[in-house]
């Protein structure tokens, strides 16, 4: 199965490496590697299938971003996150962009739990997500989606989402 062109994995590789590099040392991912990246993704896209590519390319951007700012607004994601997986989107495509985050997101899962349980703040963790959910969910308090990103343990997302862009293109191959 073809995921994507050569010059586009060849972008993508350049993208999650580089954007690895920038979260872990900085904390960051700028938007001059970011915002290059999406266009660079429509011009592969234009050069592997024409105007029906930048058009299928322009949409999984745009959805990815769409589904990025939905977790940066309740304080999952940084604001570069939001911005690499628009660029991914652009690149990679629907298929391998939506796949890549959700594995992303199963990473920083047990990342996560990983982490609450070396620092052995796993109990606590768990009465916050029970307590976030019940507030949430139950009671319909939108007040505790204001409070859970402060309340949680945060690393470099890149850790999650550099394995799980990988898995999610070995899926597809």
């Not at 580089?18 to 991912?29: E, G």
């Not at 769409?66 to 309740?74: C, G, R």
């Amino acid at each position: 199965m073809d995921v994507m062109s050569g010059l586009a994995f060849g972008l993508m590789v350049v993208l999650l490496v580089t954007a690895f590099v920038q979260d872990v040392t900085q904390t960051k991912i700028s938007n001059k590697l970011t915002l290059p990246f999406m266009g660079l993704g429509l011009v592969a896209a234009f050069i592997h299938e024409g105007i029906p590519g930048v058009m299928q390319a322009m949409v999984s951007m745009v959805v990815l971003f769409v589904i990025l700012f939905v977790l940066f607004l309740i304080g999952a994601v940084g604001a570069g996150d939001v911005k690499l997986f628009a660029a991914i989107g652009a690149i990679g495509g629907m298929e391998l962009s939506l796949l890549g985050l959700l594995y992303s997101i199963l990473y920083a899962g047990v990342i996560g739990l990983l982490i609450w349980t070396l620092r052995h703040t796993l109990g606590a963790q768990l009465k916050r997500i029970y307590h976030f959910i019940w507030t949430a969910i139950v009671l319909k308090s939108r007040k505790v989606w204001h409070t859970a990103s402060s309340q949680t343990s945060h690393f470099p997302f890149m850790w999650a989402v550099l394995p799980g862009m990988t898995t999610a293109y070995f899926m597809l191959v």
